[in-house]
Each structure stands twice: as C-alpha cells, then as structure tokens.
C-alpha cells in the first residue's frame, strides 16, 4: 500500500507535459494592397528633388497629382545633372517653362503600363504629342529611346513609375524648308545664280513643288 501511495505522490508531485503547441497556420496570401501615394508623393519619397523642381517651374505638379492614370518615365537627379548645370538653370527659367513644359510632358503617357505591358519596339505616345519607343534587350532590360528603366513598375495610386536614367529629349519639328529660289535669295554666295535665274524667267518655275536638284 504504502509503495503505491508513494507512486500516487510522485506522479501528482511531477510537472505536468505542456501540451504541444498548434501548429502555425500559413498566413492567407491576399491581394496587395493598392498604393495610396499619387506620382507627386512617390517621387518625393524616392528623391527626385531635381524632377520635381522641374515639375513646379512647368506649372505640371497638379496634373501629376490627377486621376490619370499616367505612365511617369522619371528621370533621377543624376540623370537631370548629367544635362549640365548651364542648360539646366535656362532651362528652368521662367521664360522656358513652356520648352520646359514640353521635355516633361515627353516623359509622360497617358495609361498606366507596366513593364508587362510593353514589348519590344513599340511606340508610345507621349501627352507632349511626340512618341517614345520601347525596347527590350535579350536579358530583359527595357529601354525608352536611349535611356535605360531601373527599376521598373513602382506603384502609384495614379498610375506608374518607371526611372530611367537619361532625360529625354523629344524630337525638333522639322524646319520649314524654303524653295530653291528662296534659298538661293537668301545665299549672298549665289546672288548671280538668282540674277540668272531672273534674266532667264525661271525664278516662279524654282519655286513650284517640283522636286528639283540644282548644282550651284
């Protein structure tokens, strides 16, 4: 009896075995949350003083803080620098802004695409009214023009950020051309071609549509 009393107090006496701890369960993956910065917000949380300097002188912040959605390609500051201090300062002269105005608005296309959205060679038009091309090289790096997205697709609540590392520059509207006669007119070098021109009645005939290719 008494062996078995003793049994009794040491298995009372003992510390009980904790309980196994249930088993973590994996959390529910859900949908990411949509971002609730706009462009503005996003380029100054990321740095881009020199971005968004230009974006005030050219009156853009407010459009950048819109509904959009807009496709932002965002030069860095290094980028910006890179065009010289010089051409910088003219450029974000009050008298440039709208010169200013229409570099950003290059960057800048209305819809929001992500780098799955774009495929190599296509083209894009910008709210500047010019188009910017897209590549993409073999190891997957996408270029806009010449200049190189890194990184890619940071989210905005108005669209979509891509940084890039040149500014870009858009295309110069071809310069009116003059007729051959006004060229020629306007050349102190061929001021006895157009006294021949004149003497023979073929100045009207040199400024028709043509084409015609004179050696001078």
Do not use: R
């Not at 968004?52 to 803080?65: C, I």
């Not at 008298?95 to 570099?103: D, F, H, R, T």
């Not at 697709?153 to 310069?175: F, Q």
């Amino acid at each position: 009896v008494n062996g078995a009393g003793e049994a009794a107090a040491e298995s009372a006496s003992a510390p009980a075995e904790a309980a196994p701890a249930a088993a973590a369960q994996p959390e529910q993956e859900g949908e990411p949350a949509e971002p609730t910065d706009n462009i503005i917000d996003v380029a100054e949380e990321n740095g881009f003083l020199l971005l968004l300097t230009a974006l005030k002188a050219a009156d853009l912040t407010d459009t950048l803080k819109g509904d959009g959605p807009f496709t932002v390609f965002a030069p860095t500051d290094e980028a910006f620098k890179a065009l010289g201090e010089d051409a910088l300062a003219e450029l974000l002269k009050p008298e440039n802004k709208e010169k200013l105005a229409g570099i950003l608005k290059y960057h800048v296309v209305a819809g929001k695409f992500g780098s799955e959205d774009l495929t190599d060679g296509q083209v894009v038009p910008t709210l500047q009214g010019e188009s910017v091309t897209e590549t993409i090289d073999s190891d997957g790096t996408i270029m806009v023009n010449d200049a190189t997205v890194d990184p890619a697709d940071v989210p905005a609540s108005n669209g979509i950020v891509h940084v890039i590392d040149k500014v870009l520059i858009p295309p110069k509207p071809d310069e009116e051309v003059g007729t051959i006669a006004e060229v020629a007119a306007a050349t102190p070098e061929l001021s006895i071609l157009v006294d021949a021109l004149t003497a023979a009645d073929l100045v009207q005939t040199l400024e028709g549509d043509g084409p015609f290719t004179v050696f001078a």
